[in-house]
């Protein structure tokens, strides 16, 4: 579900030994950001304002008014204050981010640049920027300029070192029908039944980003049980889709409408089961498991005979995990490679055993083993 916080219970709590996960938080980004404990969190999703700047009502042809973001939360009195809170929150964020955490910041024309200068900077390390493209943006009502139709993600690691933040590849390119997936992303705008409204119809957040968009980002970079930061929470669209996928929340939002506007939503949320939200991993995530453990474990016997598919080369197994055939030893590889001639060979598929009459390469016995491990048989 979700608990709400005030900052002051916020300072006395992280003190102390109780989870503030599932938790919205009431107060400024940056102080409530400054009262949690370091490295806390594995990713976050920021949707800051993005200092739209607009210059009185906006009209239609018709002369009707625009429902345009004119909130005094988006407004900053010049580019230097707008680049002073970008950097303070930014930097707040760093701290609490796990050494391989990820950070995505959205953002248009108006303040991604600034954004992006400043996570830099700060020693971020860019991965991505993501192109959301809007299936259904506003038209550009004075014809002066083209239609305004995407957004932009940044997504950025902690450390420029971080080599094992978490991408989920495989499921992300097995999502999308088997080719890797793309940094353009075409998502509606939040329209319809999704779309929170109040008693009177009116939307209850004027900038509300589509449940799918957070799904993509909360499926592609964290693991179930991850917890997601989001220090601009709104209508809590993040804390409803982390839910929703077995992740938690730390939600930051000032004002108090958003809050029991989200709270409502995310309460009214059910998680999906365990088996669901089993997230797809490839060859490179499997465990890594030596020659040396199908001989420990049995399935290899020391002076068994391992041959290729052809049964044209052969080789004896010994007690140390190496094999042995014309005076020469080494590894599965090595030798799988010296007696064929070749400067390499991957020996899990080149080497095979007989098994009840007819040969299987040594790779089926390792999956065997994989299976064991995750224990799975
Ligand atoms: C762009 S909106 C986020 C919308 C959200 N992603 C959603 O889907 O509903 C930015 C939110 O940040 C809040 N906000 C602005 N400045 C803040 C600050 N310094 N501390 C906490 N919240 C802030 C605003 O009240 C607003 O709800």
Request: net charge neutral.
């Amino acid at each position: 579900m979700a608990s709400v916080l005030r900052l002051g219970e916020l300072y006395q709590q992280s003190a102390g030994p109780r989870s503030l996960v599932d938790t919205i938080i009431k107060g400024d980004c940056v102080a409530a950001l400054e009262a949690l404990p370091d490295q806390s969190v594995d990713a976050i999703f920021a949707d800051p304002p993005y200092n739209l700047q607009l210059g009185g009502a906006l009209t239609r042809p018709d002369q009707s008014l625009v429902d345009a973001v004119d909130d005094e939360w988006d407004q900053f009195a010049s580019f230097e204050a707008y680049d002073a809170f970008t950097r303070a929150w930014l930097l707040a964020c760093r701290r609490v981010l796990k050494p391989n955490g990820t950070i995505w910041v959205i953002g248009s024309y108006h303040n991604i640049f600034r954004v992006g200068a400043t996570l830099q900077n700060l020693n971020f390390w860019i991965l991505n920027d993501v192109i959301w493209r809007k299936t259904n943006p506003m038209p550009n009502f004075k014809g002066r300029r083209f239609q305004n139709a995407h957004e932009t993600l940044i997504w950025a690691s902690r450390d420029p070192k971080a080599k094992s933040y978490t991408f989920n590849y495989d499921a992300m390119k097995a999502s999308n029908d088997d080719v890797q997936m793309r940094s353009d992303w075409l998502f509606p705008i939040c329209n319809g039944g999704e779309r929170l409204k109040d008693a009177d119809g009116r939307k209850v957040h004027p900038t509300q980003k589509p449940e799918a968009l957070l799904a993509r980002i909360i499926m592609a970079s964290t693991k179930p049980g991850d917890v997601v930061l989001d220090p601009f929470f709104g209508s809590g669209t993040t804390g409803a889709v982390a839910r929703r996928l077995g992740r938690h929340f730390v939600g930051i939002e000032r004002e108090d409408s958003y809050i029991a506007a989200a709270a409502a939503r995310i309460a009214a949320v059910e998680p999906l089961g365990k088996a669901e939200l089993t997230v797809m991993t490839g060859k490179k995530a499997e465990p890594r498991v030596a020659f040396n453990v199908l001989v420990e474990s049995g399935l290899v016997r020391p002076g068994q005979v391992l041959t290729d598919a052809k049964r044209r080369w052969s080789a004896i197994v010994r007690a140390d995990g190496t094999l042995a055939a014309g005076g020469e030893a080494g590894s599965i590889h090595r030798l799988g490679a010296r007696v064929q001639g070749l400067d390499a060979c991957n020996g899990w598929t080149f080497w095979h055993v007989e098994e009840q009459g007819s040969l299987r390469p040594i790779d089926d016995l390792r999956a065997r083993i994989r299976k064991e491990m995750a224990g799975l048989e």
